[in-house]
């Protein structure tokens, strides 16, 4: 966990993701990367040299018309002393029922960001924290590369004029693994998602084209990384 928390740590002072006094929402979708994300603030607030306060939102899909059971994290915000929105939402009968999206993974995080967004607005948070790490960072890099010819990636840190909230990301240098592992050790209360696209994505294709990588070239992800932050790509 020590390890973890530094590279969470180096990621927030490396992008200048925290200032004193901010009110920052954590994005909780229930599964382990969100999860990892409200544990590490929630620690790092103890001792961060600027106060900050935090506030978990999740905005629940409601896949297949079925609520999640949520109680689990809304009884670990309560010790950690986080207040816990749950916002219900029609995103599982828009994006599957009504529109029949047949690559549903795109149009869905961006419709339940602007959720969250919303909702961060609504209760005075000024930032908002999404659980992206640094596996997903290379698979968007590749993803963008391969399916729409372009070199892109999202942001460390961004600002939303329109909505007056910063985006930041910071588990952007922690690994997927990393995190898994860490989550088993807390026995943190992950909830499996609903979504019928679970496993099916363009997502879990890169992931596997990586992996494959991985066997001839080990630091693969690390060098990606680093050649994003060299070029100065997308803020990194």
Request: charge should be positive; glycine fraction near 8%; aromatic fraction near 8%.
């Amino acid at each position: 966990m020590e390890k973890l928390a530094g590279k969470v740590r180096a990621a927030v002072d490396k992008y200048h993701m925290i200032e004193a006094d901010d009110v920052i929402g954590v994005g909780v979708s229930g599964g382990k990367d969100s999860l990892f994300l409200l544990c590490a603030l929630a620690s790092l607030r103890r001792y961060y040299p600027k106060p900050f306060s935090l506030l978990a939102i999740t905005a629940d899909p409601c896949f297949s018309g079925k609520e999640m059971e949520l109680e689990p994290i809304a009884d670990l915000c309560q010790e950690w002393e986080v207040p816990y929105i749950i916002e219900k939402t029609n995103l599982g009968r828009i994006i599957f029922e009504d529109r029949k999206e047949p690559n549903p993974c795109s149009l869905c995080a961006r419709m339940r960001r602007g959720i969250l967004h919303n909702i961060c607005v609504r209760e005075g948070a000024n930032k908002l924290a999404l659980g992206h790490h640094q596996d997903d960072a290379v698979q968007t890099l590749l993803m963008n590369l391969f399916y729409g010819g372009k070199l892109g990636c999202f942001s460390p840190k961004s600002y939303l004029s329109r909505k007056n909230i910063t985006l930041v990301r910071p588990l952007v240098f922690c690994e997927e693994r990393e995190i898994k592992n860490a989550c088993a050790r807390m026995s943190l209360p992950v909830v499996k998602s609903g979504c019928p696209a679970d496993g099916f994505t363009a997502r879990k294709d890169t992931e596997g084209l990586i992996a494959s990588l991985e066997a001839q070239f080990p630091d693969v992800k690390a060098k990606l990384l680093g050649a994003m932050q060299r070029a100065g790509l997308d803020g990194w």
